[in-house]
């Protein structure tokens, strides 16, 4: 990009151009338009950006992703426990030290991207919002709270604008389910869901990847099993379990899927059922649904409806075995979704199934997404050059 510079300053007549067609790209960049978004960002000179819990599994996909994405980082501040401090973590070219998440590292960050625990979320998120940063949260801390938006930008991405420096990132299976959902909902209006989920375990952390992983040698060569990140056995072995369990029967995790959706979707009085299930696969989470409508439902328009929507792979040819697995899905953007068939027990009802890495769309991507939204549409503080 070529600027006039007078004395090695930015001249005022190029602030002023950038703020114009900033404005523009901002009013029409409604989609998903690569080109714009990366003009956009070219013209930036940069946010201050902060990972909070920068050594963990989803940390480790938000540097990665921040990077492959361009967007446009000023500097990169790495925070994590005290255990974590001092560490050097690495990506191509560049080298951070990891500082010990604290207030005082919140200082001067614009975004800070939270993968913690609720509970260092609720200690730290606040402070990093008082200190004028805008926080991008994927813990539950406050998913639920009526002042914080819970987006997905596919689905909701007008709800971000009323943010008060705290968006929530939804649950990783959530945003699976309502990435195929969704469109379908569009189309014939959802009225209630039953979805059962099939969960990797990098979903749990890096050490339930190693557990997995130890567990499979071990059985493969008839040596004793260590079992400790998960209650039973994971390798070889399905748990009907994920989170705490609740006085209702289902666990936090199941309850989710219905809180969350309600929320995201603006839809108050949907009725969710869901069985959430602990899988032996490393990585990118599988979805059951059946759902039901208040029209009656066209296989062939569903398919259209999925396909035409922003995020979503249709895979779905049974005739040559073609459907949406973990495994071509581990480290993609997009979420698949194939065998789409009409329910045999639901009135206007479609049956359906969906993959998508839950470390990127489900956690990550959805993060940084969310961030690309905020600086698009002109809701962030844009860092202006000196002039």
């Known amino acids: 990009m070529c600027w006039v510079r007078f004395s090695g300053k930015l001249c ?9 067609i900033h ?24 946010y201050s950006i902060g990972i909070v819990g920068a050594t963990g ?20 501040t790495l925070l994590a426990s005290s255990r974590s401090k001092g560490k050097t973590i690495t990506y191509g070219d560049h080298s951070w030290l990891v500082d010990e998440a604290r207030p005082e590292a919140l200082d001067n960050l614009d975004i800070a991207l939270f993968s913690t625990s609720s509970l260092i979320t609720k200690e730290l998120a ?33 709800a971000a604008a009323d943010h008060k420096g705290l968006i929530a990132n939804p649950n990783c299976s959530t945003i699976v389910a309502l990435m195929a959902l969704y469109p379908l909902h569009r189309e014939f209006g959802l009225k209630r869901f039953i979805a059962s989920t099939y969960q990797a375990v990098s979903g749990t952390g890096a050490a339930a990847i190693d557990e997995l992983d130890n567990q499979v040698k071990a059985l493969v ?38 809180n969350e959706g309600r929320k995201i979707m603006s839809l108050p009085d949907v009725k969710v059922s869901c069985t959430c299930v602990r899988v032996p696969v490393y990585r990118a989470h599988s979805i059951s649904i059946q759902a039901e409508f208040e029209k009656p439902v066209n296989v062939d328009l569903a398919k259209i409806a999925i396909d035409n929507f922003s995020g979503i792979e249709l895979c779905d040819d049974p005739e040559n075995l073609q459907y949406p697995m973990p495994i071509d899905f581990s480290g993609k953007e997009n979420c698949g979704v194939g065998r789409i068939r009409k329910d045999t027990a639901l009135d206007n009802g479609l049956s359906l199934w969906a993959c998508g890495d839950q470390l990127w769309k489900g956690a990550a991507l959805n993060a940084i997404q969310i961030a690309e939204l905020l600086h698009t549409r002109g809701w962030l503080g844009v860092q202006w050059p000196d002039f």
């Not at 989803?58 to 500097?75: A, D, N, S, T």
């Not at 099993?225 to 379990?241: K, M, R, S």
């Open 57 to 76: 599994a989803v940390g480790e996909e938000l540097i990665r992703l921040l990077h492959e994405r361009q967007f446009p980082i000023r500097e990169l």
């Open 126 to 158: 606040p402070e990093a919002a008082r200190r004028g940063c805008v926080v991008v949260d994927n813990s539950s801390a406050f998913r639920m709270d009526s002042e914080v938006p819970l987006v997905i930008p596919e689905i909701n991405s007008a």
């Open 221 to 258: 060569n008839n040596q004793p099993l260590d079992i400790e990140v998960y209650p039973h056995q994971i390798a070889f072995n399905l748990l009907p379990h994920v989170d705490v369990f609740l006085e209702n029967g289902y666990t936090k995790e199941e309850m989710k899927m219905q």
């Open 12 to 20: 005022k007549f190029c602030v002023l151009f950038y703020k114009l």
């Open 23 to 46: 404005g523009i790209l901002a009013c029409i960049l409604d989609g998903d338009y690569p080109f714009l978004r990366e003009f956009i960002f070219l013209m930036n000179n940069g």
